[in-house]
């Protein structure tokens, strides 16, 4: 059984700083690619950071040099460390894995965590 849970969420101040986990059960990611997603109030879902199997990253233009993704693998944990946090980073954030497995294509999702920026 997969399972994603988020965590690190919170208030924090423009400027501020805080680092997202996502703990992986049930999937490898020697499979997977890992992503950081997030949605506003009235906003669609969008992809704000990604990690493939092989390490190379992509990260939405608007977080470049403020986010960083990265994956520890002897904890099973994705990250998502936010440097110089602004008000619209202010979003639910989830986790997202993705990946072929047997021929078919599989997506899992976390819970999502809050993130609120604001002074």
């Known amino acids: 059984q997969v399972q994603l849970v988020e965590s690190g969420g919170g208030l924090v101040q423009p400027g501020g700083s805080l680092r997202l986990s996502c703990a992986a059960s049930?999937?490898?990611?020697?499979?997977?690619?890992m992503g950081w997603y997030r949605q506003a109030p009235g906003k669609q879902r969008e992809l704000v950071a990604g990690?493939?199997?092989?390490?190379?990253?992509n990260y939405k233009d608007s977080v470049k040099g403020r986010f960083t993704i990265s994956i520890d693998n002897a904890k099973n944990t994705v990250y998502l460390q936010m440097n110089s946090l602004k008000p619209e980073d202010t979003a639910v954030y989830y986790c997202?894995?993705?990946?072929?497995?047997?021929?078919?294509?599989?997506?899992?999702w976390g819970q999502g965590t809050q993130v609120t920026v604001s002074s």
């Open positions: 997202n894995a993705h990946g072929k497995v047997t021929g078919l294509l599989k997506d899992y």
């Open positions: 049930g999937i490898l990611f020697s499979i997977y690619t």
């Open positions: 990690i493939t199997s092989g390490g190379s990253t």
